[in-house]
């Protein structure tokens, strides 16, 4: 029983304890609570970086496509002209290097002019075609003898002003027939054939078996 009213003396003090604290800080506390629970959330901020860093992302590759193509077209091009110029190059030597076919030259050159044409005594003739445009020639044999063993037929061109007798190549052995060209035709006042040793000679070592005068060229 002792007890028992300790205990009730005990929740009296509390209660007298309580009712002495001051009105305003209860009424302060209350406030305080109901304050924190009806504070609204933050509203969510218009910065956002992240979405900034992918439109940047999205405007700068939109841009440098164009740039890419430009630039992918530009090397194309430039590779283009390049390889145009190296073949170009290469086609250049080669030509240079290849020896020319003066007589097919001036077989298909338009402004070839009729054949010049010489009996030989002895069987055949010898003719001679040019062409101004192409400033060259060929002296044609067709139906010559034979020459011996050894020997080959030589055509030579006359300049007008020296007479000089430059050679030309031999026909092939063992014929009586080819044609062979020449070039500087504005210089050629002559053109005759003469039966040599096979593989040629510097200068004639006989008279002319035919001897062609070529149409002066303008």
């Known amino acids: 029983m002792e007890i028992m009213g300790e205990r009730a003396e005990a929740r009296r003090s509390e209660g007298r304890r309580s009712a002495g604290r001051d009105p305003e800080s209860r009424h302060a506390g209350r406030h305080e609570v109901g304050h924190d629970a009806a504070d609204p959330e933050p509203a969510p901020s218009d910065d956002h970086p992240e979405r900034d860093l992918g439109l940047s992302l999205v405007d700068e590759v939109a841009t440098s496509r164009p740039e890419r193509r430009d630039n992918r077209a ?60 192409e400033n060259a020639g060929f002296v044609e044999i067709a139906g010559m003898p034979t020459p011996e063993g050894g020997m080959a037929y030589q055509a030579w ?59 002066p060229v303008e």
């Open 74 to 133: 530009t090397k194309r091009m430039l590779l283009v002209v390049a390889v145009a110029v190296v073949l170009a190059g290469v086609v250049a030597a080669f030509l240079a290097l290849s020896p020319r076919d003066v007589v097919a030259d001036v077989r298909a050159a338009s402004d070839a002019r009729p054949p010049v044409s010489v009996e030989y005594d002895g069987g055949g003739s010898a003719s001679v075609v040019v062409s101004p445009d």
């Open 157 to 215: 061109v006359v300049e007008g002003r020296t007479g000089t007798h430059s050679p030309l190549d031999p026909f092939e052995p063992g014929t009586g027939s080819g044609a062979v060209g020449f070039t500087g035709l504005k210089d050629v006042a002559t053109v005759t054939v003469t039966l040599e040793q096979v593989g040629g000679t510097d200068r004639p070592s006989s008279e002319p078996l035919v001897s062609i005068d070529v149409p």
